[in-house]
């Protein structure tokens, strides 16, 4: 049973728009998420995080977006950069299991 | 600064064969370490985790465990590899504030 889903395997934007990736979940125990990003041979790497009694946040270019009721987060980029092509990844955690699930990616592809 | 380590990079290994792969952390004590794996095609499956030296939990029944003989040290084994144990597979460890990181990683190839 997936309990974090990311619905799209891919995303193809150009340079300078927004790139907004969905993640959705069903577990309602979860309370902090998290979106790493992942290069080829690479272990993932932090981005940016979102606890459960936030329905945004901000770091730079990067925005993460929370809707509890609908089970549903997403994150934004913009503007979008050649660099931010890479495997993305939503992570759920609850608190009382002390584990991150992880979604399936989606790979984004920023073209000039 | 805590660092983790993470060997070795890349691995070819013949079915039935046996496989180690060895992860360690400096900078930290009694650190929540996790083994994961990304498969072809798929995201990031969480095999084990542990809280403590000795103390092991496994997230999906497969032909792999896992065994932490010290606080730091974390090691994912087979007895006898499977083709589709190939895969890429990820340490890592949590900090307090929910902040997991992660190892390079190695990549497998069961041939």
């Known amino acids: 049973d997936q309990q974090v889903k990311q619905n799209s395997p891919s995303l193809s934007v150009q340079e300078g728009r927004i790139s907004i990736l969905n993640c959705d979940y069903t577990n309602s125990m979860f309370d902090y998420f998290l979106w790493y990003k992942k290069y080829p041979a690479e272990g993932p790497t932090f981005l940016i995080s979102i606890s459960s009694i936030k329905d945004k946040n901000e770091d730079g270019r990067f925005t993460v977006f929370l809707n509890k009721s609908a089970k549903h987060l997403s994150l934004h980029i913009v503007p979008s950069q050649p660099g931010d092509s890479a495997v993305y990844f939503c992570a759920a955690s609850d608190v009382s299991t002390d584990k991150l699930i992880f979604g399936t990616g989606t790979r984004l592809q920023v073209f000039p | 600064s805590q660092t983790i380590h993470q060997w070795p990079a890349t691995l070819v290994q013949p079915v039935g064969s046996p496989l180690s792969l060895e992860c360690t952390v400096e900078?930290?004590?009694?650190?929540?370490l996790y083994w994961y794996r990304q498969a072809a095609g798929r995201g990031l499956q969480l095999l084990f985790y542990s809280v403590g030296i000795g103390q092991i939990s496994s997230e999906v029944p497969q032909n792999l465990s896992a065994s932490r003989p010290q606080d730091r040290q974390f090691i994912l084994s087979s007895k006898k590899l499977l083709l589709s144990d190939s895969g890429f597979y990820l340490c890592?460890?949590?900090?307090?504030?929910?902040?997991?990181?992660f190892g390079s990683g190695t990549r497998l190839t069961v041939v």
């Open positions: 900078g930290t004590s009694n650190p929540n």
């Open positions: 890592a460890w949590k900090a307090v504030d929910y902040g997991y990181t």
